[in-house]
């Protein structure tokens, strides 16, 4: 509540420099932890890893995992890192984040600013996994032309810190990366980073990140090579490169991806889409948009074991992770189900849960 009030202020700070803000007030360990115990209806083991609760921090916030012991505080079930490249990068010129208020949505083109995958091993090295969940989100270089020479690095390097490793290859702000989820290069691409983790020790799950953008055939493309391959889940989805008729006119040109509301629909119907397409075998988190428990509940009925914020966030401040997890067990209990897990693609399965 104290942070809607002081929302107006931050509304008026340039949207990077308050995200830098946010980042700094982490490390302070002033932004309120909750430790309150999660409700038992909301564990589940998914991929193999027993999440306390299923609201994730979505990627792009903590790129460079300079605060994931504090954002896990916040009382998230786990948190993303990343995306984080071989080497360290600046990014796009700025300006290159937008802030929508009226349409609770932000348009970014970051374009993979980050400190490279050393950096982030050296802030991951001898983490006590007792504190929680970290995934880490792989990306590649702008000026690396073989793809898959870069998430196989980053699979050597971090795949042994990371509880689970994500291809991601659905952000609009690196040129050609979202061809990569076209069969071939995907298959190829899949191929490349399996091999690479199977050298590794202890082996984490991979999932595939992908955008809300795609034709029919591209999903179908997807679902084939995920199953095939191996894959372990999938995450659905990134910002979109749509703009809907009335979005501030003032941004909506902005090149780059659009998050948040706009985002909840056709993300929460492209999850709908992979559910079906692979016959609910794999697991998959869905993201874009969620601002509350309905959305998050109706990501879970729609086929989503797991889910993640980031834009609503922006706008409601970190007591909405307390509030998406109450209401979400709420909402389990009054359709009769005692453990999220049986509500996952509850729709799809024709399931009411009475
Ligand atoms: C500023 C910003 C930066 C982002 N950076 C990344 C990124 O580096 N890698 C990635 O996979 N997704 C990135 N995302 C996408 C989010 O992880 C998420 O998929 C998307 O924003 C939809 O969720 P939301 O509507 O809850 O924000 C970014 C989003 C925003 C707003």
């Keep these: 509540m104290l942070y809607q009030r002081a929302f107006p202020l931050l509304d008026r700070i340039d949207p990077e420099r308050a995200h830098r803000l946010a980042i700094a007030a982490l490390k302070t360990g002033l932004i309120g932890a909750d430790r309150r115990a999660d409700p038992p209806s909301l564990a589940q083991t998914v991929f193999g890893v027993g999440f306390p609760n ?6 792009g916030f903590d790129k460079d995992g300079e605060v994931y012991r504090q954002t896990l505080n916040l009382g998230f079930g786990f948190v993303e890192l990343g995306s984080v490249t071989p080497k360290p990068q600046p990014g796009n010129p700025r300006p290159r984040l937008f802030r929508l208020t009226a349409d609770r949505a932000v348009i970014n083109r970051m374009g993979f600013n980050n400190h490279g995958i050393e950096a982030m091993a ?5 983490r006590n996994t007792a504190q929680g969940i970290v995934g880490i989100n792989l990306g590649k270089n702008k000026d690396q032309t073989d793809a898959a020479a870069d998430y196989a690095a980053g699979t ?10 994500v291809i991601n290859v659905s952000s609009p702000n690196t040129p050609g990366l979202r061809a990569l989820q076209s069969r071939d290069a995907l298959a190829a691409l899949v191929e490349a980073v399996l091999a690479a983790r199977a050298d590794l020790s202890r082996r984490p799950p991979l999932l595939l990140k992908i955008a809300p953008d795609l034709t029919d055939a591209d999903r179908q493309d997807i679902a084939e090579v995920a199953l095939a391959a191996g894959l372990d889940g999938l995450i659905v989805s990134n910002t979109t490169i749509a703009r809907p008729a009335g979005l501030d006119p003032r941004f909506a040109k902005e090149a780059g991806g659009l998050s948040g509301r706009p985002l909840l629909q056709p993300s929460t119907e492209t999850l709908r889409d992979l559910y079906r397409r692979t016959g609910g075998k794999l697991p998959i988190i869905g993201v874009g948009g969620v601002a509350g428990a309905e959305d998050a509940y109706a990501k879970i009925r729609a086929g989503a074991c797991l889910v993640q914020i980031y834009t609503a966030l922006v706008f409601e401040g970190p007591g909405l992770v307390r509030r998406i997890k109450d209401g979400l067990a709420r909402l389990l209990a009054q359709d009769g189900f005692t453990h999220v897990a049986e509500a996952v693609g509850a729709d799809t399965r024709g399931i009411d849960g009475r």
């Design 54 to 59: 299923p609201i994730g921090l979505a990627a």
């Design 156 to 165: 050597r390097r971090l795949g042994p810190l990371a509880d689970y490793l």
């Design 122 to 126: 050296q802030r991951l090295n001898g």
